[in-house]
């Protein structure tokens, strides 16, 4: 939920790995980037789940992710 809520807090600002592993579990736990793609791509699918067309959670190869609002 904390990373839906680091991206959903600010609509167009991309979002490092590194802010969203803070957001979800502080600077004291260290954690690899990869986890960070592993539970993105979970949250996508809850969300298809319930919208099959959800496509909020854009991908910036290289840097990390942002949430669009259409």
Known sequence: FLLVKALAENPGHVKSR???MNAAYGELIDVEDRTVDSH???IRKKF???DAEFNCIETIYGIGYCY???
Do not use: A, I, S
């Open 40 to 42: 993105v791509k979970r």
């Open 18 to 20: 590194e802010q969203l």
């Open 68 to 70: 669009k609002h259409d």
């Open 48 to 50: 298809k789940d319930v």
